[in-house]
């Protein structure tokens, strides 16, 4: 049988230990260069430019100081500091000292970091200077169990430590959490073999890349899409361009200077990087590969992007999947196949890793075209929510997680994303494709949202493109075959409340609208 649809039918995966996948990836590829924007606030000895193996070293020396500050194999220690590399590199050293990562997202509050670390198992949390004034709010974690991440780098290790011995395959590795939209974030469990499982999905897509380019990205570093992504990268040995600063400016820049042949950022910096593809398309020419998930995103956006690479046929992979569940549908673009694509169909599951199904309120599946809400299948679900198992298991029917999506699959088996339940406007079958539209046919905007209004109405909140108007001729002539909606709301981009990874976060929003502070 031909090795490739063996794979596909039966495919083998391994469990991931993040050490020993960098340590791996170090051996067999030890110049592999990596690129930063900046230097890390945690290893300076690293520059903007290191390889594999000097990377390495550095997380071998961070792991010997956190065995050697108490740390031991089992405990949970949070990560709670800026959004960089090093954040991954930390991690990679408390899995090689045997402790349990919990990525945290900087952009929480203290009240809530107090609240997420009462949950863990006496934990030891790890800051630096610009998360240091949260940490010192913070009760539930003991003052000697409070590190600074930039102090303990200090000082010279006499001899790198061994690697503590595994975690056992089944359990829980490696911790992130929810976007935090509807109260305090839940923390999501994983183990080895459900990462291991996603660095399969993501292993298929890369075979089809060319490793001899660049793989930049600008990433949140806090979300398991980074680990499942970095490991992924070095385990085909890509030389790698890590985007900390997605300011125009900075991306210009660095596009020009690097050349990369694939890019991956979350959509809303895609929407706001189209301005330097008006502004110049050979700046993204050498772009071959565009990648993103997290987020819906609009066609014109794509559209800009393709036609900007220098390639004859480039593509724009489009993933939708969770946290809980990983990267579970995708769909390739072309500029050929967007002429006739509607964004709201978001593709199909992975061969024999991943599918969807759409049932209705009983759980009963629909018939294809009806739409009710998604549930997914993932051999690399997470395990559990850290100490909220009994909510975690309310998600499930079976084998099935309920996604809190609303959709349908097609008469072709394509998945159609409409909304969240939650975020269900009535009358209205899907915010997202509105937005969609309204964003193809008004490039003075650069990001559409519709929640509801203070009156329950659909209330559109939009922001401006930098340097542009806003042409109410234009968008009374969009919107006049829609549903009615309220007058929109104008926003600053930056005023627009958002999650680690660029979503807008939709409940906050109506807060804000519901207590009169808002522009309009």
């Known amino acids: 049988m031909n090795f490739l649809l063996k794979n596909l039918l039966w495919p083998k995966s391994h469990p991931l230990y993040l050490h020993e996948n960098f340590l791996a990836a170090a051996r067999s590829a030890p110049a592999t260069p990596i690129h930063f924007d900046k230097p890390l606030n945690a290893f300076p000895e690293l520059g903007t ?83 240091e004034s949260k940490i010192k709010a913070v009760e539930t974690v003991k003052p000697e169990k409070k590190i600074d991440l930039i102090e303990l780098q200090r000082g010279s290790v006499a001899a790198v430590a061994p690697p503590a011995g595994r975690r056992p395959m089944h359990d829980i590795a490696y911790m992130t959490h929810t976007s935090g939209t509807t109260g305090i974030p839940k923390l999501i469990a994983h183990s080895p073999t459900s990462m291991g499982w996603r660095v399969t999905w993501q292993r298929r897509i890369l075979s089809l890349v060319d490793n001899r380019g660049i793989a930049a990205f600008h990433v949140s570093p806090v979300h398991s899409r980074f680990n499942i992504g ?4 070095m385990s085909f040995e890509f030389p790698m361009l890590v985007i900390a600063d997605p300011s125009e400016d900075n991306v210009e820049q660095l596009m020009r200077c690097y050349r990369p042949l694939t890019l991956e950022t979350h959509p809303n910096d895609f929407m706001r990087w189209a301005s330097l593809v008006d502004k110049d398309p050979d700046i993204f020419s050498s772009v071959k590969y565009l990648h993103s998930t997290f987020d819906a995103i609009n066609k014109s956006t794509m559209f800009a992007f393709l036609r900007a690479s220098k390639y004859r046929m480039p593509v724009f992979l489009q993933v939708y999947g969770q946290s809980e569940c990983g ?78 999506d609303v959709g349908k699959i097609d008469r072709f088996g394509s998945l159609w994303l409409h909304d969240r339940q939650v975020d269900v406007n009535d009358g209205i079958e899907s915010n997202l494709e509105l937005e969609d539209v309204l964003l193809d046919q008004l490039p003075f905007l650069n990001e559409v949202v519709i929640v509801r209004g203070t009156d329950g109405g659909p ?18 002539k969009c919107v006049s075959d829609m549903p009615r909606f309220n007058r929109p ?23 804000v609208l519901g207590s009169g502070t808002a522009n309009s």
């Not at 970095?230 to 990268?233: E, G, N, V």
């Not at 209330?459 to 968008?475: A, L, N, R, T, Y």
């Open 327 to 404: 990267p579970m549908v995708l769909r390739a673009h072309t500029r050929q196949s967007l002429r006739f694509t509607n964004m709201r169909s978001m593709g199909v599951g992975m061969p024999s890793l991943t599918k969807v199904r759409v049932v209705d309120q009983n759980g009963r599946k629909r018939r294809r075209g009806e739409q009710g809400a998604i549930e997914m299948f993932s051999r690399g679900r997470a395990i559990t929510y850290y100490n909220e198992d009994e909510r975690f298991q309310s998600n499930l029917h079976g084998d099935w997680w309920n996604s809190g």
């Open 230 to 233: 970095i490991a992924s990268l």
């Open 49 to 131: 430019h290191t390889t594999y193996a000097e990377s390495a070293q550095s997380v071998a020396e961070l792991a010997t100081r956190i065995i050697e500050a108490g740390i031991a194999p089992g405990e949970h220690v949070g990560v709670f500091k800026s959004a960089s590399f090093d954040s991954y590199l930390t991690a990679v050293a408390l899995s090689y000292a045997g402790a349990v990562p919990v990525m945290i997202s900087p952009h929480l509050t203290a009240d809530t970091l107090s609240a997420m670390a009462g949950r863990l198992s006496d934990p030891w949390l790890i800051y630096d200077y610009t998360t």
């Open 459 to 476: 209330q559109p909140v939009v922001s401006v493109v930098d340097g542009k108007e806003f042409d109410w001729g234009e968008w009374w």
């Open 489 to 511: 709301i104008i926003m600053r981009y930056e005023e627009l409340p958002r999650t680690a990874t660029a979503k807008v976060q939709r409940r906050q929003l109506e807060a």
